[in-house]
């Protein structure tokens, strides 16, 4: 029993590239969402999803995207990287029904 | 939306003394309001929640208080130890509606030997 987990761990973009952060759950949760870290901002939720083919906007969504085209799988895309996307990205998951929130490792991104 | 102030932004205390955490929520519909503890390089972890009907909880050295009223809620931690040391977030939900926690800025405890 894994949790979360994200891939990639480390990563280093160029302006204008573009990526994709896998989080993968095996506790068959069905709510998923992506957060970033910044310094003295916490943590802000990108996109979230409640469940298998959906999804949401969440506090700061621009410039991202996301997919959960299956329950354990949940997405999020970097069309065109910006320098203002360098940031600590995490993933948790949550049962419904349950309170508690269980977090990825997180991804450390950074784009030139 | 819900907004969730979180003070102090850093904190040192000595080993053996308490530490306090303190943060305040604007929605009044928020109801649940756990703590979370980061340790470096990892991702955030559950140490202790308390729901809007309760308003005490105690783990071991760790204690949180929710006064509903004046919408503030604070992390206790005694006889604090090294292992202590991390970034602290609280956060606040409304159970009954919306899927989402918001979270408070963080506090980074540091325990001095």
């Known amino acids: 029993n894994a949790g979360v987990t994200q891939t990639p761990k480390f990563r280093v973009l160029k302006t204008g590239q573009s990526m994709t952060l896998l989080c993968a759950q095996d506790?068959?949760?069905?709510?998923m969402y992506w957060y970033r870290q910044d310094p003295g901002m916490g943590l802000r939720l990108i996109h979230y999803s409640v469940g298998e083919g959906t999804t949401a906007k969440g506090e700061v969504p621009d410039g991202y995207n996301v997919s959960r085209l299956k329950k354990q799988n949940f997405l999020l895309g970097l069309e065109s990287a910006a320098p203002s996307q360098t940031s600590v990205y995490f993933c948790?998951?949550?049962?419904?029904?349950?309170?508690?929130?269980?977090f990825g490792q997180g991804t450390r991104l950074t784009v030139v | 939306g819900e907004n969730v102030e979180q003070h102090p932004s850093t904190l040192s205390v000595q080993e053996g003394d308490s530490a306090v955490i303190k943060c305040t929520y604007s929605d009044s519909a928020s109801n649940y309001f756990p703590w979370y503890k980061q340790e470096l390089g990892k991702g955030p972890q559950l140490i202790i929640d308390i729901r809007s009907n309760v308003g005490e909880k105690k783990d071991q050295r760790i204690a949180v208080t929710l006064n509903k009223t004046a919408k503030h809620f604070s992390l206790h931690i005694t006889e604090t130890q090294p292992e202590d040391s991390a970034v602290y977030f609280c956060a606040a939900w409304a159970t009954g509606g919306g899927n989402k926690l918001t979270f408070g800025t963080g506090t980074q405890l540091k325990v001095e030997l």
């Open positions: 506790m068959n949760h069905e709510y």
């Open positions: 948790a998951s949550r049962q419904t029904g349950d309170t508690e929130a269980f």
